[in-house]
């Protein structure tokens, strides 16, 4: 991660409060019984502890990058403000490690992401992978639940590639959304990952669903795909939904819209296993829905912001959004 990024701004982290309260106020609180299905979604304000739950042991993983570890830190204590006996095991490694250490029992569960789940662990190609949360969660679900796994509802952000430029050349442009992009495209150069070409949620499906054809296309290392921009040496880069730098420097980059819903889905699901599920009642899988929902796209770029670029710990940040969101009481 480069270093010359500019501080968090003290009105980044007042509009992370407030998307958290406002996502908080959203949730409502329709029933208060553990029991209740999680599509009522629980109540909003402090996790409460159940002294039921003392007796269940879970150890919750996730993959090794920052992002992974953060929502792998938020669902742990959560879990453990539950009541659970809990503990992690972070930094597993790629999906593959991360589902083989689930297989075996040595985490009880691990977040991972809808889009991931359906290309690399059952082999989809991205074109089959829903651009919509729900379909796709419904479909990774299906498939996991083969192995005797589920996952529980998906997060409200999605990690994905998107279009982005800098906020002044989408201005001097018009560019909205992806599909503003028709009849000028041909005069920008696009950046992106060297598997760019053949991908549908990068150069592939730009060209085959939105029928655009650009000046060029230049392979570049997912480390400067925001270099790039800042140099002016591409128009267009393929940037992350999540991204650190949409949150430190919201100002100067943008994402364009994928209006006609493209791009795979990359909701976060947390998978487990379904014995877990059943020794862990109903508490389990509504205590993960219910502190997910505070994460929306803002509120995910400003939390991998304070990791990446402020060189926070997962596990503090995790904290922070605990508190911040009101889950902590």
């Known amino acids: 991660m480069r270093s010359e990024f ?17 996502g908080m106020v959203a949730c409502g609180s329709s029933n208060d019984d553990s029991t209740s299905s999680n599509e009522e979604g629980g109540s909003a304000g402090a996790i409460v502890s159940n002294p039921k739950n003392a007796k269940v042991s879970l150890t919750i993983g996730s993959k090794n990058f ?24 972070l930094g597993l490694g790629s999906e593959t490690i991360a589902l083989k250490t689930l297989k075996q029992g040595e ?33 990774a679900k299906a498939e996991l639940e083969k192995d005797g796994l589920t996952a529980f509802p ?17 201005e001097k442009e018009g560019l909205k ?3 503003d992009l028709e009849g000028k495209s041909e005069s920008m150069s696009l950046y992106g990952s ?8 990068c150069l592939a499906g730009l060209e085959k669903y939105y029928g655009l054809k650009f000046k060029s296309f230049h392979p570049v290392d997912i480390g400067l795909r925001y270099t790039v921009l800042e140099k002016g ?53 509504k205590t993960i829905v219910a502190v997910q929902k505070g994460l929306t796209l803002p509120v995910m770029q400003e939390l991998n ?15 922070e959004y605990l508190k911040s969101a009101g889950y902590d009481g």
Do not use: H, M, W
Not at 72 to 89: F, H, P, S
Not at 126 to 131: D, F, K, Q, R, T
């Open 6 to 22: 500019t501080p968090l701004r003290a009105g980044i982290t007042l509009l992370l409060a407030l998307a958290l309260s406002l």
């Open 66 to 89: 920052p992002e992974s570890e953060i929502t792998g830190e938020i669902y742990a204590k959560a879990l453990e403000a539950a009541g659970y006996k809990v503990k992690t095991d």
């Open 107 to 139: 985490v009880s569960g691990y977040p991972e992401y809808t889009s991931t789940a359906l290309e690399s662990l059952f082999g989809l190609e991205p074109g089959e992978v829903p651009a919509e949360a729900q379909p796709a969660y419904e479909k």
């Open 154 to 170: 998906p997060t409200p952000f999605s990690s994905a590639n998107a279009v982005g430029t800098t906020t002044k050349f989408a």
């Open 177 to 179: 959304t992806v599909s």
């Open 194 to 201: 060297p598997e760019c070409r053949q991908r549908i949620d």
């Open 233 to 285: 040496q591409a128009d267009l880069s393929i940037l992350f939904t999540t991204d650190p730098q949409l949150a430190a420097e919201k100002d100067k980059f943008v994402i364009l819209e994928d209006d006609k819903e493209v791009f795979p889905a990359g909701n976060v699901i947390f998978i487990t296993d379904q014995s877990t599920v059943k020794k862990a009642g109903p508490d389990y899988e």
């Open 305 to 319: 912001a304070r990791v990446e670029l402020e060189k926070k710990s997962a596990k503090q940040v995790a904290a």
